[in-house]
């Protein structure tokens, strides 16, 4: 696609329930990166997929987080049980490759009651 | 980890004027970027500067790798120049964000 896609943009859902968070980033690209932002952290990163290398997750949070690219393409993000400091905005970026610049979706904005 | 430090924090200018925004790392950092996050929260790749100067337009950025830091120049600002601008780079392949600069251009 012409950019990178998130889905959905918004969701509200119960402290306690899991949610999955969708990324769909440029075509071609082997780089694909998830971030969050909020209030209080500000934008920090989570998670890192280069090609067929192992993931680089060492900014996920605690072990209630985990994500999976499926074929060097699409990402899942899951974040089970969730809590209400799980809040946030969360971005995916895509690059062409290491070191390279990264472009952002518009996010999935989750809220947890 | 890698700090990042931007200043100013704030930023109110009147539209037409110049400004400059900068940003600071604690250590070396291989993939600098520059990011303008718009008021519906859309992130905008600006810039990717590891070293040396570029020019879009009405911006420009500068990164003096040796010193650890870089400028972000904006000229004759306009009003849809509003919003937060981020630097971001690291070491390693992921980015580190500094809390940036909101900067509001008035008419």
């Known amino acids: 696609g012409a950019g990178v896609s998130q889905s959905p943009s918004n969701k509200v859902t119960e402290k306690g329930k899991d949610v999955e968070l969708r990324c769909d980033p440029i075509?071609?690209?082997?780089?694909l990166y998830w971030y969050r932002q909020s209030l209080g952290q500000g934008l920090e990163f989570l998670i890192y997929?280069?090609?067929?290398?192992?993931?680089?997750k060492s900014g996920l949070p605690s072990d209630r987080f985990s994500a999976e690219r499926t074929g060097g393409s699409v990402s899942t993000l899951t974040i089970q049980r969730t809590q209400q400091e799980d809040s946030a905005v969360y971005l995916c970026?895509?690059?062409?490759?290491?070191?390279?610049?990264?472009?952002f979706g518009d996010g999935t904005r989750l809220s947890i009651l | 980890g890698i700090q990042v430090e931007q200043s100013p924090p704030d930023l109110i200018l009147q539209e037409g004027a110049n400004s400059t925004l900068r940003c600071n790392f604690s250590?070396?950092?291989?993939?600098l970027q520059w990011f303008h996050q718009n008021p519906w929260g859309q992130l905008i790749n600006l810039f990717y500067?590891?070293?040396g100067t570029k020019q879009n337009g009405r911006l420009s950025a500068t990164t003096v790798a040796t010193e650890r830091y870089s400028l972000l120049y904006i000229s004759s600002s306009q009003t849809t120049d509003s919003g937060v601008y981020f630097c971001?780079?690291?070491?390693?392949?992921?980015?580190?964000f500094g809390t940036g600069t909101r900067l509001q251009v008035f008419p």
């Open positions: 970026a895509s690059s062409s490759g290491p070191a390279r610049p990264q472009h």
């Open positions: 075509s071609g690209h082997t780089a």
């Open positions: 997929f280069q090609g067929n290398s192992a993931p680089d």
């Open positions: 250590d070396s950092v291989n993939n």
């Open positions: 500067i590891p070293s």
């Open positions: 971001a780079g690291d070491n390693t392949d992921k980015l580190i």
